[in-house]
């Protein structure tokens, strides 16, 4: 089933976590600090490999996959329209996850379950309205936190935001966000004790699903479709060396004529 990504209109709902059941042995815990693939904590312009992270503060973020559709973007002339379709296609699972860590406000920690329990209340300046937060603590560190939009008169609860989690461990946590009151859009992260990291999001119209290894190297898997029923597909795959990535992918669109089309950079 394909489902659409949403991007600008994203972002600006987050201007105005699912592990549902308990950790196994491969995923990080909130005690470990893992070596991850990164951005370089000295230079935030480029990437490293096996950067030591603490679970509990360090969101998950793709920075190859990231680096990948930039290296990629930078081979391109000036008159490559069909690469900077391409481009496109490659930047977007990059540009709309980039606004995931904006949820880490609402994300469960040790210091704010001692405070209130992470049973809270937040004015909504578009609305006028409030956001209520609630978390039930389950088995081994598992949360699972509800924010619900209610209007200026505290009333019409809608489902804005469901969270699954572990308490100090970003790394390995679900989220669901919601528009008035309907699902439209899933993002799954998890973080092995290997620092091998993945994405999987899922939207009305589009999914994808990207991973990550400790040594830079990644791959992705999207797939997209748009108002008009045409789906756009990139498989990509990359290693890192030498301060950047090199890599190939597979873009297709079922709109054009050239079926399938394999870049390299």
């Known amino acids: 089933m394909t ?26 815990t909130k005690e470990t600090n893992n070596n991850v693939c990164t951005f370089d904590p000295d230079d ?3 990437i490293e490999s096996y950067v030591a992270i603490n679970n509990s503060e360090h969101w998950l973020h793709l920075e190859s996959m990231i680096t990948a559709a930039g290296d990629f973007q930078d081979t391109l002339s000036e008159d490559d329209f069909e690469g900077a379709f391409i481009s496109a296609a490659f930047l977007s699972p990059s540009f709309t996850d980039s606004f995931s860590s904006l949820f880490f406000f609402y994300v469960c920690t040790e ?9 809270y209340s937040n004015e909504n300046y578009q609305t006028g309205g409030s956001f209520e937060v609630k978390t039930t603590l389950l088995v081994d560190d598992a949360y699972k936190t509800t924010v619900t939009e209610l209007d200026s008169a505290g009333l019409n609860p809608q489902n804005y935001l ?24 899933t993002r799954h992260a998890t973080r092995s004790n290997t620092g091998v990291e993945t994405v999987e999001y899922d939207t ?6 990207a991973t990550e290894s400790p ?42 004529d050239d079926g399938h089309i394999i870049r390299s950079w």
């Open 215 to 256: 040594n830079c190297s990644g791959s992705l898997d999207f797939q997209l479709t748009d108002d008009e029923g045409f789906v756009t597909t990139i498989d990509a795959s990359w290693s890192f060396s030498s301060g950047s990535t090199t890599g190939t992918l597979n873009y297709y669109n079922s709109a054009s």
């Open 3 to 28: 489902k659409h990504i949403p991007t600008l209109g994203l972002a600006a709902m987050l201007v105005a976590c699912s592990p549902e059941e308990a950790k196994d042995n491969d995923q990080a």
């Open 44 to 46: 935030s312009d480029r």
């Open 111 to 119: 210091e704010t379950y001692a405070l209130n329990q992470c049973n």
């Open 162 to 185: 469901i969270i699954d989690g572990y308490i100090n461990d970003v790394g390995n946590l679900t989220y669901r966000l919601y528009e008035e009151d309907q699902l439209i859009a």
């Open 204 to 209: 009305i119209n589009g999914s994808w699903i």
